[in-house]
């Protein structure tokens, strides 16, 4: 039975809380929360747990050997810092820090103190990407060639983060989960509309070795509501819609045909079509948040990284910044190798 | 009666013949057309017109007016030009030239010999279209935010013109028609996946004054095909997508409410949000180059300068020449002033 | 403060006692169940309500004004008889009785004991239902030509009521509400695939005066889930679908000009179409059944009717019979005036 | 080289006269046509056939075999049963004829006379369809269950012929060419909204035997354009949108199993859920009304009847007569074995 005491009780830790409490592997122990009502608020729901405003009840208590941390970021790297160096395995709601600098030494941390250090990357553990992870590593795509996400819509203007420290953090932390490579290069764009310098759309374009390139969307000051991302490979095409109640995948068995040309001509290159059925794969219907609480439990049990692990959370912080570099320069930024 | 000439009768120049033989003000008096089986057709279709192979014969001709330009874009500034020189209106099929310089030596030309000269932005003609502009001239819109273009499919990858030159013209001509301002810069990334260096995914991204921006998502390799472009605006947004049979044009009422926040914070914005009903309003349904024929020859009768003119030409082929050098530079291209 | 008492915590009653313990003017008091593990999450729930196996302790309860009934629909009639005759105000699950008779001694007796006498038909109280009702008693639809509804989805089978008895009383209560007119006739037709004498599939057909007609479909075999309901006026033409997440609701400026034809032909009549804009309004966002919670809190305070009355119920009861009897023996059922 | 005969070149005859000139097993010999402006497109179209409005000239020429039918529809059976007596094989455009009396008498003739009659179904030819023929016919759908259709939008009025007898042919055609049984009942609905008494919405409601049943809406009065088509099987389901540009089939693994119950309890069946993947299965692209050419040219130089004959043309227009006896009467038509 792992011990788990979370930080925070604002709008996420209700949900860490729940899932957690209904693992049977698992028992909420602690919950530290400053503010009373919310304090009141954890009272009420977790009866059985202790409430505290003192984080530091939590990283002395050695029946607790996970910690959860739900507050705002720039919160995430003294609080999951602490716990690590406490002797805990660390949960940190994403993005993982605000810093590349923070991300990376509690990654370095995390391994001199052999602890699992997790970042709450949800929609990585929903059915619909776990079923596309499956269908790239087994080639069925071929060689990806674009990964194109929109995640726009009429949203809540926050006041001191902009629109892609709010939206990005999701599709990134996707691309990374499906590609597992790093990306060469971040060129971003950006523009702020209510008389302040948040920016409320912004582009993202991110290269990558062997012409791969990613390009996202986000907006707060769209009209619909999208969530949709297109994936290209040689051999299939994926659009994963996530507005879709059921259909959220539909696998397109597209593509060109590339054949060499006339070897009088440097320049032809022949290219034919290739179309097919449409498939919509049926999709684990589990809840993500259900799964990732398992999986962080196995990986504190077993000893094993975590799939979303602190690595995981450094690359999305690591464009993160450069996309607010970019942005605020209008260079193409090159990623430090 | 304007006496009308034809070059071309390939892919679009039956097209050009079919609507101004219809016209009641123009009469298709020559095509020029130099592969015989081609112009056999053109001899069919057009049993009145004189089919011919020399471009001179057309230009000689005092009773034609006008030229129509329907040949590959490399030819279009010769043609123009000579067109010009020998006092002929003329409408070029888009983009207008490959070279910016060609197209500014024709708006100079057209200006001093005190001609028409035209770009077949056939978009621009559209019911779609027109209500854009209407909406947007009549300030229903309020402020433009941004302008966000998407046209994929899989598409045919050509020989020697990249995804750029095929598919943004459409998207520029009909932007630079809404909005009638010169972008600041522009900033364009693309991909080659056919073993050559003919980019066949590309994004392009325009800066205005006053926070405007525009971008553009071209791609030859998608599985599913999109013409939608959503246009922000601090009144009122649009969506606009050419692939729904009627309601084309969705016109939102919702925005954001700039408020002055607490006066001892200097950066606190308050930002309310408003939502209302949306639109789908009729529009008219004539054939886009009916319309634009009529538009054409009432210029020609009436010596008035087209909506869609050889500056409206020039335009697009500034961006697009811009697009070209930026994505193989990296850099984002200021455009010169 | 109206004290409430609620008999059946089952699937819907936690609903009711959610909303009418949130209601300002209400005070849920007494909840009666026999299921010991369903009391137990009643109790869980609402620690100052009382509760109970026994159904007597609500009716004796003199600070009991309104007892909420939600039990299965057998049950239905005589709870809502003992309460009505103890002097209780009544608020009962949709469909009201299974039996025709069993809803009209019930309207009755509330007539005779000055009681009020509610249907929870929720949809009635949807922002979507509310703006159609609207739009119908202004006449900007015209006169009604008719009403055509879809409800089908991959169903539950349930082992003691067709797909007509668990999907019809929804469009049925829809219908009334929006048209306030008593069928003609009923025609229905149904089948039954699995294997026992349940239909899964079932259509009704209503005829009322003046031409007007109203089709269901109801199916818990079909491979999507529609619920989309068109309804055609002389004016304007209204689509209602409730799987949309924002615009359930499309008003068509459309129809048709009938003219009269050549008068030395009796039969020949001209018809010209009409294709305008069109128009989803905004609608409130309000939960359906707080809605009707304050409706029903309203009607007993001030004694008036509710919208959805024992009369609203009984009409649905009485074409939910017929359509069962139609089925039966195939036969078109004139309903008794 | 069989040589075609054409009777009438109003709305449909011209699709005709194009696809079988361009069969390479057959030639368009002779039009018959009566209006003098159609007579003359007639001629433009096909300089080399013979124009006439004398219809005797076709029967008489020894060169022509077959002879296709695109009248009205009160002249299919004088002009069918003529070219039959005459020894020609024969296509008449759907409906067959206007009473079932006078189709029964042209398959009889057929048959007699060693002809090929078929209708032209053209839906049937279409690669949705044959698809769909496909699946059924291997058992991939398991037994069928229902077939609904819906059929509706803004339609064009017609003097003489009610909205069933000009949309549910089609629907008619597909159904019987998929299941290839004849239905025992026929039960309709209809009303009209023009001013006159011919019908602008229908419902039929067919059974067959087996519990199979078949439900059709039409609809000349609907805001928006449908065309629907769900089908029921015990292992697999199918929407067929024919609205849907490319992906007008899915076919979904759904479905119900029905479990043996409690063997003390008589009623019970259980009744469990499948769901699984959704496939959207490439179709042919060729034009349908092409291949319907190709195979009724096989037909006549092969003598093999056609998957479109003339009891399939019978069997539609028992359903519309049927139809429209039902809705007179409100009464449900048992056929006649």
């Known amino acids: 039975m792992i011990g788990i005491g979370l930080v925070g009780y604002g709008y996420w830790g209700p949900n860490l809380a729940r899932v957690f409490s209904s693992n049977k592997n698992a028992k909420l122990l602690a919950v530290c929360e400053q503010k009373s009502d919310r304090a009141a608020l954890a009272r009420l729901h977790h009866p059985h747990a202790f409430i505290t405003p003192d984080f530091e009840r939590l990283l002395e208590n050695p029946e607790i050997h996970a910690i959860l941390i739900a507050t705002p970021v720039s919160s995430h790297f003294p609080l999951a810092k602490a716990a690590l160096l406490a002797g805990k395995d660390v949960l940190v709601e994403k993005p993982l820090t605000s810093k590349v600098a923070d991300s990376e ?5 995390a391994k001199e103190q052999g602890r699992i250090l997790a970042v709450d990357h949800t929609f990585v553990y929903t059915g619909a990407i776990q079923k596309m992870k499956q ?68 582009y993202i374009h991110l290269t990558f070795a062997n012409n791969f390139i990613a390009h996202f969307h986000l907006n707060w000051l769209a009209p619909v509501k999208l969530r949709r991302t297109l994936i290209g490979g040689t051999k299939k095409m994926i659009v ?31 290219v034919d079509y290739r179309t097919g059925d449409m498939v919509a794969p049926k999709l684990a ?18 000893r094993t990284p975590s799939v979303t692990d602190g690595t995981a959370g450094l690359r999305v912080v690591e464009v993160l910044e450069a996309t607010q570099q970019s942005i605020k320069t209008g260079q193409k930024i090159s990623l430090k190798r």
């Open 105 to 109: 030494e509690l990654v370095r941390l």
């Open 135 to 202: 269908l790239i590593d087994s080639n069925d795509l071929g060689e990806l060639t674009y990964f194109d996400s929109v995640r726009i819509n009429l949203g809540l203007f926050q006041h001191d983060v902009n629109v892609v420290w709010d939206l990005a953090a999701h599709d990134l932390a996707i691309l990374f989960y499906l590609i597992q490579a790093r990306p060469i290069s971040v060129q971003a764009m950006g523009a702020c509309h209510a008389g302040n310098d948040i920016e409320n759309i912004a």
């Open 240 to 270: 994963y819609d996530d507005m879709e109640p059921s259909e959220k995948i539909k696998i397109y068995d597209k593509g060109i045909i590339v054949k060499d040309g006339d070897t009088n001509s440097l320049y032809k290159t022949l």
């Open 285 to 302: 219907h589990k809840e993500a948040l259900v799964s990732e609480a398992e999986h962080f439990i196995d990986c504190v049990m077993n």
